[in-house]
């Protein structure tokens, strides 16, 4: 059974920065591509970045230069470093592995940026 557990969340002020956690068990993380996507509410679920078992990045325009994604493959877990972050960045984060073609989602982490 995949289990996907997000952790790192919480308020920051506008400028400040958090490092989101992902911890991955039951799946070949090593060859799992995992990705970043972010929900605000009314809003459709977007990806905020992602990266290849190679190590190939990918980010949306909005946080480039902002956010930097990585993965420990020995710890099993990916993680998102925000920096200068702004408030329309306030929402819930959530971590997913993709591996042969199938998705999998872990519960998300509230992210609130906000003086």
């Known amino acids: 059974q995949v289990q996907l557990v997000e952790s790192g969340g919480g308020l920051v002020q506008p400028g400040g920065s958090l490092r989101l956690s992902c911890a991955a068990s039951?799946?070949?993380?090593?060859?799992?591509?995992m990705g970043w996507y972010r929900q605000a509410p009314g809003k459709q679920r977007e990806l905020v970045a992602s990266i290849s078992s190679g190590g190939s990045t990918n980010y949306a325009d909005s946080v480039k230069g902002r956010f930097t994604i990585s993965r420990d493959n020995s710890r099993n877990t990916a993680y998102l470093q925000m920096n200068s972050l702004k408030p329309e960045d306030t929402a819930v984060y959530y971590c997913?592995?993709?591996?042969?073609?199938?998705?999998?989602w872990g519960q998300g982490t509230q992210v609130t940026v906000s003086s």
């Open positions: 997913n592995a993709l591996l042969l073609g199938v998705g999998h």
């Open positions: 039951g799946i070949f993380f090593s060859i799992s591509v």
